[in-house]
T-cell receptor
């Protein structure tokens, strides 16, 4: 079955430091990939998406992600973290076969804490 | 404003008392879906609907029902809630097309005692 793995359950970074959140997926062809952010008490908001083309995609709030086919990865990055970035981050891929076709498959999420 | 609206935001109920969580979207999206979010388990899909009168089971459909009589509405029904259905529930919608992103509601926190 297709899957998305976010290896880090919880990450703490200092404000102003750089950030990289990891995401690995299992998929045969070029996937549709997404990163979502969930602030406390809120629904999920789309940060960015990758379908094809340039493997480095820019999103909202200063985030970017890089698709690496050879590593089956789609890691999220931000050069300088702000306290308001503290949230939970979810990576997702669109399923392409069987019961998952067309549905988003989510990773279990990475919770980001930001130290002053 | 384009949005997915869920009601209620918070709900406390007792075991066995039927309840409905409503979901409505104003973006004319064909696809709608329900997820539950539990600590350490991420988001798990309950049911989804590709269009009006078409619904399918997701990963964790047991104990839930849905209906899609109109394009904009996709209610989640718990006929006989149990404590293991205590969770945070999200409704989401998107246009047809595999690459379209999901738009999420703000969630419904359900507690079943």
């Amino acid at each position: 079955a297709q899957s998305v793995t976010q290896p880090d359950i919880h990450i703490t970074v200092s404000e102003g430091a750089s950030l990289e959140l990891r995401c690995n997926y299992s998929y045969g062809a070029t996937p549709y990939l997404f990163w979502y952010v969930q602030s406390p008490g809120q629904g999920l908001q789309l940060l960015l998406k990758y379908f094809s083309g340039d493997t480095l995609v820019q999103g909202i709030k200063g985030f970017e992600a890089e698709f690496k086919r050879s590593q089956s990865s789609f890691n999220l990055r931000k050069p300088s973290v702000h306290w308001s970035d503290a949230a939970e981050y979810f990576c997702a891929v669109v399923g392409n076969y069987g019961g998952s076709q067309g549905n988003l498959i989510f990773g279990k999420g990475t919770k980001l804490s930001v130290k002053p | 404003e384009a949005q997915v609206t869920q009601n209620p935001r918070y709900l406390i109920t007792v075991t066995g008392k039927k309840l409905t969580v409503t979901c409505s979207q104003n973006m004319n999206h064909e696809y709608m879906s329900w997820y539950r979010q539990d600590p350490g388990l991420g988001l798990r899909q309950i049911y989804y609907s590709m269009n009006v009168e078409v619904t399918d089971k997701g990963d964790v459909p047991e104990g839930y029902k849905v209906s899609r009589k109109e394009k904009r509405n996709f209610p989640l029904i718990l006929e006989s809630p149990s404590p293991n259905q205590t969770s945070l529930y999200f409704c989401a919608s998107k246009p047809q097309g595999g690459g379209s992103p999901l738009h999420f509601g703000n969630g419904t926190r359900l507690t079943v005692t």
